[in-house]
Every structure is written in structure tokens, then in C-alpha cells.
């Protein structure tokens, strides 16, 4: 059975278990379901939302009251569980970390260092997860309370790195007692085997002393010998074996409190599982132990070197580039491979001549081994090593250079080199990048002769070098490991110009864009702000972190703002220009642990610029559709469905086409064909309608295109027809498709001719009537079957606008029950309102009648409804209200269908996907999954 119990406890024994934030025992039987906290600061939930794999995390929150600590630990531990974390109290979890391995094995943590706790504690928790799981920890902690801070609540920001604060210091070895000196001295030897090729020697000697130490409790000396014991193992190419050596050599180093030789280990255990191939999980130890602060400069360097070529490898270009990979002064070791990595960093960028400089500066910088001082003492600090690197850092400008005859002299020197160091590792690293030169030459034979020398090697090679290796044998190409990797955001132009061509609808490529920069810039949102129609406010955004602050500020401006520091995060925001216009502003939000790269503002110009046309066309629409709602008060809803229907009648007033317009019976084609007119030039002129059905075959010629006296029985007088007097105005044919097969052939006739001859007379009238036309069947279909004449459907269905029917955007049920209330309430005299029960079986019911239903059904409530009060849903006809029935009688049930309702419909408003409709509802993507769960609930 699991320990892990609702990931809070921790279970002991079958009826006992801790509470891993507070160490409390409780037992397993009295343990409830959470109790609801009040929210966490917005700023943390935000971190705990954004969270990378192989990056670690440590935020300090300043507590304006040291006792409210406590209450603010239960609230950030309820909403980081709410997000799949384990919130964990760091010294809880130092301690039982072995007893739940296999419960928090891929698990993501939240530490928390209580105010009475030791930081280093919380330090030591969050390096140690980070080397066990590569998960996007976060250690919290909390800021000692300042009296100076009022009225500000909690404060959450990054916890700040002092690096030098704790250096590395030479044992002490007078104080050693006399055996463990004994072994120390003799564990020293290893250097000699090394320096003479005895590499084998070396490890037993070392593995030797090592296990001495650890057996008389010397376990600093002990974690010593294990680190060079490890950097021998890397040197020769066992990365496994050194991987689990550097932990071993950071848990003695920890257990004696000695944090500095810990975390030096760990920066050893990152460059080891590296060259094992796996580098989220070298990353996340690496970045660890550069947040814990107290590493000195000297191996500060190193891990920043470090960490540089984990993103290189992992092709993340930019963010290697943003490394610090000045090195202080250091051995000649750690001097030259700090200065490889910073060579490697500016060929990768393209900075040739940088690369150049530096590697010469490095070169000089390294003293000859013939001429240069003793080693150091440590097995593998060879007075030639630092000299193979410089070699290997200008081998590898040479390559980007072309220049081949240099890189052949180079990589004789580097051979010679190698040998005197006793590392025939690094050239082969050297010889595998010449096989890549030699190809890009055109020297097949000479690059077929390097391959070959690599195949030798392969099995003795490590893991990441290995499958280097295995692709080039497969002639595939790695850009990795060639002289000029490509950078992860270099095509990000050509992306962003390709999605705004592509997409023809603007929303839907501004969307596809701001989501794009957002992962470039690695934001937690982006918003795209204007100020078109009113206050400034957010028109789109990417990303669910908290909004932006620098919009109203930029759009004032009219110019690029940031980065600079916002509510407990990192804000920059640039204008979005299109030629003089100031269209918008485009504004990029990152969370408290996370720094902006230094070209965001580069990329946020370029999205601006790309996006500018997009944004203009975006708010033109929205301009148009403003005035649509505003200039056709008839047509009475919010739905997306008619707002597209007011948009089509704007646009079809302004044309002098015919319009055909389709919807079922009942949901107002007049209203839309009167509002046509309306908004035409033709509103001066008069609208007049005809239904079609209504009128005999007879009577309807007469009643289109009218009569002269005695053309028929009855006809006394002469009389002219709609479409006469409708001449310079609109006529409306209701039912159009029951015209009979003559009708049709007059009115094609009339149309075609646009004059139109009475009954009984011989000659014709011109006239300029624009038609409007209404049908409530698939006219595609009626002309099929033959029953309606495809030409004069042509004629009529220039523009087409659908209606939908009510049941497509129960949304406005609300609203059109409203607009018919007032009217008919102030009708009958009553002052009544809908109560919100009525309102809701309104919304309930599938209306067939559609709007001319609603309105009916109004009028009869409004009879029925008493003098003033509420209107009870008990007044509506049965078949309406019967079908809001709920079938249910207790409150826990009542309550249960009310949330089933709830999420239903916030699922049906986000189109099923549950992350959109978790944000909606203010639930996180697991938390409205386990409330699904829970209520039977479905996509």
C-alpha cells in the first residue's frame, strides 16, 4: 500500500500517519477531505502554475506578520496539492525522503522552510530533489517579519543568490587524526598513477581510501577522494559510474554539514550525467546548486560553464548565451574550461570573431606544461590538461573559420597533446566535429577515415558521445554537436510571418501568434491591450498567469516600456504601430522566479510589427459590429450567433443586392429584412411585404404587380402592385419558396427587366426596387427536386443571411424574455419582475416555436402574473416548466445537480476542453477533473 495519503500524509503504520507540512501525528481514520482555505497570493499560484522540467524553483514570501506564517503555509499547501504538487516541509522530508521514494518518484514538490527552520535545510531539500527527480520543485521560505511593511500583506519574490558567501576551503589536515591523515596522504599517490598512465591503479587506490575514510567516519576527506575518484571515472568516459560516485561523494559531504563540498559535488554529478545523456536531469541539479548561493566564485564559474553546455546540448542557444561565463581567478583547469564553454557558446550564437578572441585570450592564458608549475594534487589536475583544452576551444574556432590546413596543424598538436595528458577522450570529441568539416569540404575519404577511428571507439565512448557516434555513422545530421547548432528561436520570423499569412480569420491567427511569442519569451502570458473603444483594456491574451499592469502605461506612452519589476514579477510591454496609428499594445508577463531573456524586446517589435495589419483588421470588425448592435435594437441578444447575424445585415444595408434570408419559423426574418431596409439608403422610401403563401395563384400577380381597369371581374379601377410602390425602396417576399411556377417566371421576368407591366395593360413602368426575400426550407434542395427555378434562385440568393433558431443560443433566452416583459408588463398594467427560477426554465426549454413562442408565452404570463411581486416558475405552461423539473428533494442533491449544471455548461462554453473551463471556474485542470470524478460528469 502507499505511504503518500492525499498527498499530505504520510502513512506510518495502518492507523497512524504525519502530516508532511506540519510533522503532526493523526490518525488514518479521523483524516477528512480538505477543508476549503482562502486563496493563495496570486503571485505564488502563478509560479506553481509555470513550471519548466529540469528547473528548480526557490521563492521567499515576506510576511508583513511572522505568526500569520503558519496560516499562509496551509493556503499555499492546499493550492499547490490542488496542482499536483507534495507540499512537504523540507526537514520532514530530509528525513523520510528514503521512505517515500517510490511515492515521490516523478512527483513534483513544494519545500516549505518554516521562519524557525534553518535555510540551509530548506537549501539542502531542494538540491537533493532536484538531483533525485528533474521536476519543477519549489522550495518556499519565509522573510524574518519587517516592522516597515504595512498594509501590504504577503509579498512574494525570488530568493536572491549571494554567491561567494561560502567557499570552498582546504581540509585542515593538522587536525586529521593519524590514521585518517595516513590514508589522506596516501589516497594522493593517485595523482603519480595518473601523471604515468595508470588510470586503473588510480581507481582502486582511490575506491580504497575512500571506503577507509567512510569506515572511521572521516566523511569530508572521504567525500573528497570520491570526487576525484569521479572526475578520473568522467575523464575516462564511465558517466554512469561517476554519476552515482558524485552523490555518494555530496550525501558525506552533507551529512557532516559541509554544504559548499556538497554542492561542488553536485556540480560534478550535472557535468556526469550530461555526458550520460541525461540532460533535464543534469539541469535541474545544476541550476539547484547555482540557487542555493553558496558555492564561491571559483566553482560558481564552473556551474555556470556547466549549465551552459547542458543548453547547448539541449540546443536552447539563447538562454546558454545568457549565462555569466566570466571565470575569476581559478586554476588553469577550471580558467580553460570555463573560457571552451564561452568559445563554444559564440560559434553556436554566430559570433566568430568573439570566439576567436576569447580562445586566443585563452591560449595565452595557459602556460605550457613544460614550463609550468607542479599539479595540484588531484589525480586529474595534469599540468597538460588545461593545455588540451585551449588546443581543443581554437580547433574548434579554426572549423568555423573553413580554414583546413589550420585545423589539420591544430588537431596534430591537439593529438600530441592528448597523449601527454593521458586523455584520449577529449580528441576523440575533437576528431568526431573534423569528420563533420571534412564532409562540409567535400573529402569523403578523409572524413570516411575519422568515421572509421570512431567506430573503434564507440563502445568505450560515453552515452552522449556514443549516440553522437551512432548518427554520424548513419550519415544524419546532429545539430548538437556540430561547429554551428541552430538556435531554438531563430526561425521565429519566419514562423510568425507564416502563421499570420496562413490563417485567414484574424482572431484566430492573432491567438495562434501570441501563443507562439509567449513560449519563445518562456511568459507566463501575454496580452495584447488597446484602447479602440474605451479604457484600455485586454483584447487577447496567451498564457494563464496574472494580467499585466504596463498596458494603460504604454498605449499613454506611445513607446516601449520595461522590463522592469511589476507585482511580484517581470513586466515589458511595446506599442503595436501601423504606419502613424497607435493600434495597441503588446505586453509580456513573467513569473517571480524567471527572468526576461535580453532580446524580448526585439521579439515583442516583431510581433508588433507582424501583427499591426491583423490587430487594424480586428478592430474594424469590432467597431463594425458595435454599431450593428447599437443601430438594430430589434434584434435582442449577446450570442456569438447574433452578433454574426447583425454584422451580415450591416454589411448587406450598405450593398444594393438581393438578400436572401433562411431560418425556422418563429425566429424573426422580418425583423432582419426591416432592418436591412433601415440601415439602407432606401429608408426614406417605403417597405413593403408579401406573403407568398398567404395569397392564391390568382390574386397574386394582381397583388405584385397590380391591374388596370376591367382586366378582371371586379377590377373597378385601376390599381398599381408592391412592387411598384416599393419602387426606390425594399420589397419583402415572406414564404418566397411558394411561389407557384408562373409567379416565378414573372418575377424572374421583372427582375430581370427591372420594370414590370400590370395586368390587363400592354406596355411596362421601370422601376428600382431592391428584393428581400425570405425562406424557411433548403432552397439548394426545393430547386434540386425541381419545385423552385434555379435561375431566379440565383437571382434571389446574392446574399445570404442565416437566423438561427433559439434553441442554437439559449444565451439569449434571458434578454428577449426580458425585452418581452417590459412590453407587455407595461401593457397589462402589472409591475411584476421574473423571478430567477422563471428565467432559468425559460432557458431550460428547447422552444420549437423559437422567438414568436417566447413572445407568446410571455403575453400569457403576464396575464397571469399577479399586481406586482415575483412570477414563479408554477405560472409557466407545463411543457415548459416541466422541463425544468429537478426530480430532487434534499439539499445535498440539489446542491449536487446545481454543480453538475454548473460544470456542464462551463464545458459547453470552452468547447470541452477542460484547461479553459478550469480557468473559467477558477479550478485548476486536476481539480475540476476530480470534481468531474466525483459528479459523473462527461466531456
Known amino acids: 500500500m502507499s505511504r503518500l495519503l492525499h498527498d499530505r500524509y504520510c502513512a506510518y503504520a495502518s492507523s497512524h500517519a504525519w502530516d508532511l507540512t506540519t510533522g503532526e501525528s493523526v490518525r488514518v481514520d479521523a483524516i477528512a477531505a480538505d477543508d476549503a482555505e482562502p486563496p493563495a497570493p496570486a503571485s505564488l499560484v502563478e509560479v506553481l502554475d509555470h513550471g519548466r522540467e529540469g528547473e528548480p524553483r526557490w521563492v521567499v514570501a515576506d510576511n508583513a506578520n511572522g505568526p500569520r506564517s503558519p496560516v499562509l503555509t496551509r493556503r499555499v499547501a492546499a493550492a499547490a496539492r490542488a496542482r499536483g504538487y507534495v507540499p512537504i516541509a523540507a526537514d520532514i522530508y530530509l528525513r523520510l525522503r528514503d521512505m517515500l521514494d517510490a511515492d515521490l518518484a516523478q512527483r513534483t514538490l513544494l519545500l516549505i522552510v518554516q521562519p524557525v527552520a534553518s535555510i540551509a535545510i530548506g537549501r539542502a531539500a531542494l538540491v537533493d530533489a532536484a538531483a533525485r527527480w528533474p521536476r519543477p520543485h519549489v522550495l518556499l521560505s519565509f522573510a524574518s517579519p519587517r516592522a516597515s511593511v504595512t498594509g501590504r500583506g504577503e509579498i512574494v519574490r525570488e530568493a536572491r543568490a549571494v554567491y561567494g558567501a561560502s567557499t570552498i576551503r582546504a581540509p585542515v589536515v593538522a587536525t586529521l587524526p593519524d590514521d585518517v591523515l595516513r590514508h589522506v596522504t596516501r589516497g594522493s599517490r593517485a595523482t603519480e598513477f595518473v601523471s604515468s598512465g595508470r588510470h586503473a591503479a588510480a581507481e582502486r587506490l582511490l575506491r580504497d581510501v575512500a571506503a577507509a575514510l567512510v569506515r572511521r567516519q572521516a566523511l569530508a576527506p572521504a567525500a573528497r577522494a570520491l570526487v576525484s575518484l569521479g572526475r578520473l571515472l568522467l575523464e575516462r568516459g564511465r558517466a554512469v559510474d561517476a554519476d552515482q560516485t558524485f552523490g555518494d561523494a555530496a550525501a558525506h559531504a552533507h551529512a557532516v554539514k559541509d554544504e559548499a563540498l556538497s554542492l561542488s559535488a553536485r556540480v560534478w554529478q550535472a557535468a556526469a550525467r550530461t555526458d550520460a545523456g541525461h540532460l533535464t536531469a543534469a539541469e535541474s541539479v545544476c541550476r539547484a546548486a547555482l540557487l542555493a548561493g553558496v558555492l564561491g566564485d571559483v566553482e560558481r564559474a564552473r556551474a555556470e560553464a556547466t549549465l551552459a553546455r547542458i543548453l547547448l546540448w539541449q540546443g536552447r542557444i539563447d538562454d546558454a548565451a545568457q549565462r555569466d561565463l566570466a571565470c575569476p581567478d581559478a586554476d588553469r583547469e577550471t580558467l580553460a574550461y570555463v573560457a571552451s564553454i564561452a568559445v563554444r ?23 605550457p606544461p613544460e614550463s609550468g608549475p607542479p599539479g595540484c594534487g588531484s589525480p586529474i589536475q595534469d599540468r597538460g590538461l588545461a593545455r588540451v583544452i585551449a588546443l581543443s576551444a581554437h580547433a574548434r574556432v579554426l572549423m568555423a573559420t573553413g580554414d583546413l590546413a589550420a585545423v589539420e596543424e591544430r588537431m596534430r598538436q591537439l593529438h600530441h597533446a592528448t597523449q601527454l595528458a593521458r586523455t584520449p577522450l577529449r580528441l576523440t570529441r575533437m576528431r568526431l566535429l573534423l569528420c563533420d568539416v571534412y564532409r562540409r569540404a567535400g573529402k569523403p575519404t578523409e572524413a570516411e577515415r575519422e568515421l572509421a577511428y570512431l567506430r573503434r571507439v564507440e563502445t568505450a565512448a560515453p552515452p552522449l558521445l556514443r549516440e553522437a557516434i551512432a548518427r554520424r555513422t548513419k550519415h544524419v545530421e546532429h545539430t548538437a554537436v556540430s561547429i554551428r547548432p541552430r538556435a531554438a528561436g531563430r526561425n521565429l520570423p519566419t514562423t510568425l510571418v507564416t502563421i499570420v499569412q496562413d490563417l485567414e480569420d484574424d482572431r484566430t491567427a492573432i491567438a495562434k501568434t501570441l501563443s507562439c511569442v509567449a513560449d519563445a519569451l518562456r511568459s507566463s502570458r501575454i496580452e495584447l491591450c488597446s484602447a479602440d473603444a474605451g479604457p484600455a483594456t485586454a483584447l487577447m491574451s496567451a498564457g494563464s498567469g496574472l494580467a499585466t499592469e504596463l498596458g494603460p502605461r504604454v498605449l499613454r506612452a506611445g513607446i ?4 522592469e519589476a511589476g507585482s511580484a514579477g517581470r513586466e515589458q510591454g511595446v506599442p ?25 524586446g526585439d521579439i515583442l517589435d516583431l510581433a508588433a510589427a507582424i501583427l499591426a495589419p491583423r490587430v487594424d483588421g480586428m478592430q474594424s470588425v469590432a467597431r463594425e459590429t458595435a454599431v450593428a448592435s447599437t443601430s438594430i435594437p430589434e434584434l435582442v441578444g449577446s450570442s456569438q450567433a447574433m452578433t454574426e447575424v447583425r454584422r451580415a445585415v450591416t454589411r448587406a444595408a450598405s450593398a444594393p443586392f438581393a438578400v436572401l434570408i433562411e431560418g425556422e419559423s418563429g425566429v424573426g426574418k422580418e425583423l432582419v429584412a426591416r432592418a436591412i431596409h433601415c ?36 377590377a373597378i ?15 419583402f417576399l415572406d414564404e418566397v419558396a411558394d411561389l407557384s ?38 432552397m439548394r434542395a426545393e430547386a434540386e427536386a425541381g419545385r423552385f427555378r434555379h435561375d431566379l434562385l440565383y437571382r434571389l440568393d446574392v446574399i445570404r443571411i442565416r437566423v438561427p433558431p433559439l434553441r442554437e443560443r439559449p444565451e439569449d433566452i434571458p434578454a428577449l424574455a426580458h425585452h418581452f416583459w417590459n412590453n407587455v408588463a407595461a401593457r397589462v398594467g402589472t409591475r411584476a419582475s421574473l423571478a430567477h427560477g422563471t428565467i432559468t426554465a425559460l432557458s431550460r426549454y428547447s422552444w420549437p416555436g423559437n422567438v414568436r413562442e417566447l413572445q407568446n408565452v410571455m403575453s400569457a404570463l403576464a396575464v397571469a402574473a399577479p399586481a406586482q411581486g415575483q412570477v414563479r416558475p408554477s405560472l409557466l405552461p407545463h411543457v ?22 454548473f460544470i456542464e455548461m462551463a464545458l459547453a462554453r470552452a468547447a470541452g476542453k477542460r484547461a479553459r473551463a478550469a480557468r473559467e471556474l477558477g479550478l485548476s485542470r486536476q481539480g475540476l477533473l476530480k470534481i468531474m470524478t466525483r459528479l459523473g460528469v462527461s466531456d
Do not use: Y
Open 741 to 778: 411556377p408562373r409567379a416565378q417566371a414573372k418575377l424572374l421576368r421583372m427582375l430581370q427587366q427591372q420594370e414590370v407591366r400590370r395586368v390587363g395593360e400592354s406596355f411596362s413602368r421601370k422601376v428600382d426596387v431592391r428584393i428581400v426575400s425570405a425562406v424557411n426550407r433548403d
Open 560 to 563: 516601449g516600456i520595461g522590463p
Open 576 to 600: 503595436v504601430r501601423l504606419g502613424p496609428r497607435l493600434l495597441g499594445a503588446l505586453c509580456a508577463r513573467w513569473p517571480v522566479d524567471r527572468t526576461p531573456p535580453v532580446d524580448a
Open 679 to 714: 440601415l439602407s439608403p432606401r429608408r426614406e422610401r417605403r417597405f413593403c411585404d408579401l406573403n407568398c403563401a398567404a395569397l392564391p395563384d390568382e390574386l397574386l400577380e394582381s397583388e405584385l404587380f397590380g391591374h388596370a381597369r376591367g382586366a378582371f371581374t371586379g
Open 717 to 731: 379601377t385601376e390599381r398599381a402592385g408592391l412592387v411598384e410602390d416599393a419602387d426606390g425602396g425594399t420589397l
Open 345 to 367: 557558446v559564440a560559434l553556436a550564437t554566430g559570433d566568430v570573431f568573439a570566439a576567436g578572441q576569447r580562445a586566443r585570450e585563452l591560449r595565452d592564458a595557459v602556460v
Open 880 to 901: 415548459i416548466s416541466g422541463a425544468a423539473a429537478t426530480g430532487v428533494v434534499t439539499l445535498a442533491g440539489a446542491r449536487a445537480q446545481f454543480e453538475r449544471r
